[in-house]
């Protein structure tokens, strides 16, 4: 079998973050409600998608910012672990998303008598983000050449093309599986769906990479 060559190449485009402190500030869970849905989707962005271009190599324990607060700072484990478990990646929006949030605390704060508050006196800071894209000149026409730029490009530009192509760009599959699955592209359709399940693993990163990296590989040998 010859080598599958696209007719448009998968440029690789990086990015970073630009963060904006917004000034607002929770001290206390009901407050931190309050806050999460009145703030801007992008601030919700950050706070979950965007963890995982901070935190690329590996994840900690609670995979969101809100999570994280509340354990750590509230003490309040049992609201902890049920933010904990939401993944991001499966909700088709930023408002699905904050709305299961505020579902979730709601209905925590209806059962208890004391509200949970900052006892190490760290308040929750809400942050924004801005991204900004920066092309790494980096073309790639075939599969072994999609392969191995994927293992050694820079982890921004994962997430460049599955969280934000995903949820701020609204492709829902991410760049890489578009790619590998139109015409003028590689035309691997079911290799491009095992590629877009990969956004949707909660993995970090650097876990992504190493999954999508596994299944180009899986495809090569089979060709």
Not at 26 to 34: I, K, S, T, V
Not at 45 to 55: G, P, V
Not at 155 to 164: K, L, W
Request: aromatic share 8%; proline share 3%; glycine share 8%.
């Amino acid at each position: 079998m010859g080598i599958r060559r696209a007719d448009s190449p998968f440029r690789f485009v990086s990015c970073m973050e630009l963060r904006e402190v917004m000034g607002q500030r929770a001290m206390d869970e009901q407050r931190l409600l309050e806050l999460i849905e009145e703030v801007p989707a992008d601030s919700i962005y950050y706070h979950t998608h965007s963890y995982y271009l901070r935190h690329a190599y590996a994840q900690g324990l609670f995979p969101n910012d809100f999570a994280t607060w509340v354990t750590l700072h509230a003490h309040d484990r049992m609201l902890g672990e049920r933010l904990g478990i939401l993944d991001p990646f499966e909700f088709d929006g930023i408002e699905q998303l904050r709305g299961e949030i505020l579902a979730i605390m709601g209905e925590h704060l209806s059962h208890i008598k004391i509200i949970p508050r900052a006892t190490t006196g760290e308040p929750f800071e809400f942050v924004r983000s801005h991204v900004i894209e920066a092309d790494l000149d980096l073309e790639t026409w075939t599969l072994r050449e999609f392969r191995d730029a994927l293992a050694h490009v820079e982890v921004g530009a994962i997430y460049n093309h599955v969280c934000e192509a995903r949820l701020r760009k609204g492709r829902l599959s991410g760049d890489f599986a578009d790619w590998l699955s139109v015409e003028d592209g590689l035309s691997l359709p079911e290799l491009a769906a095992r590629v877009a399940k990969v956004g949707c693993l909660g993995l970090s990163l650097e876990g992504m990479r190493e999954q999508i990296v596994r299944l180009c590989d899986r495809e090569l040998a089979a060709q």
